[in-house]
């Protein structure tokens, strides 16, 4: 039987995992199962921060070295990493509704996450339209550049720093966390692939 190769299947298969690994993982004292959301919300978001990361640096060395494949990866990644920003505020509301009973929209994180998922698709769409690799490569640079600014301003509610997993000390919680965020970048990878190949 031959080996499915469409990266859209294995991005499928990626998140069929993350939904498997995130339905057995470590519950908490306080919050229970519902801490479950937690986990896959923060995976989520830390997969589409990197690969918009990704995007643009790609992109950058894409234009110092002039390489038109680089160019293109970073059009791809940069598609991949707004699907993950704007399917991670769900996963955020979930999260609040499931923790804590109810929906805090003020807060300053979500409202820059809704912000940026907005601005982010318009931008993608502009870039697509446009079709010219440089353009592409500079759009998720400075989208990065200002994501960061933002994100680096935002104020800390419900997001308290540092990461309260990382900071925990309980390693089981620590290499669940990892494995969810390698999966989840397994994820992001298959689905950067799919765009490449489109």
């Known amino acids: 039987m031959a080996r499915p190769k469409s990266p859209f299947f294995w991005f499928i298969l990626a998140v069929l995992l993350v939904a498997g690994l995130t339905a057995i993982g470590?519950?908490?004292?306080?919050?229970?199962?519902?801490?479950?959301?937690?986990?896959?919300?923060?995976?989520?978001?830390?997969?589409?921060?990197?690969?918009?990361?990704?995007?643009?640096?790609?992109?950058?060395?894409?234009?110092?070295?002039?390489?038109?494949?680089?160019?293109?990866?970073?059009a791809a990644l940069g598609r991949s990493g707004i699907f993950f920003w704007v399917t991670y505020l769900?996963?955020?509301?979930?999260?609040m509704q499931a923790n804590w009973n109810g929906l805090f929209l003020v807060e300053p994180r979500f409202r820059l996450a809704v912000i940026f998922a907005v601005t982010g698709v318009l931008l993608q769409v502009g870039l697509t339209l446009i079709g010219n690799p440089v353009i592409t490569s500079l759009g998720n640079l400075l989208f990065l550049i200002v994501l960061r600014v933002g994100l680096s301003q935002s104020d800390y509610v419900m997001h308290p720093p540092p990461s309260p997993i990382f900071g925990s000390g309980l390693l089981a919680v620590q290499l669940y966390f990892v494995?969810?965020?390698?999966?989840?970048?397994?994820?992001?990878?298959?689905?950067?692939?799919?765009?490449?190949?489109?």
């Open 90 to 95: 769900p996963l955020s509301l979930w999260a």
């Open 26 to 74: 470590p519950e908490e004292r306080t919050l229970g199962g519902n801490v479950r959301v937690v986990y896959l919300h923060g995976a989520w978001a830390l997969t589409a921060e990197m690969t918009l990361a990704a995007a643009g640096l790609t992109g950058l060395l894409g234009i110092l070295f002039h390489r038109q494949d680089l160019q293109r990866w970073s």
């Open 179 to 198: 494995g969810l965020i390698f999966l989840t970048l397994a994820a992001a990878y298959s689905l950067a692939r799919w765009w490449l190949s489109r």
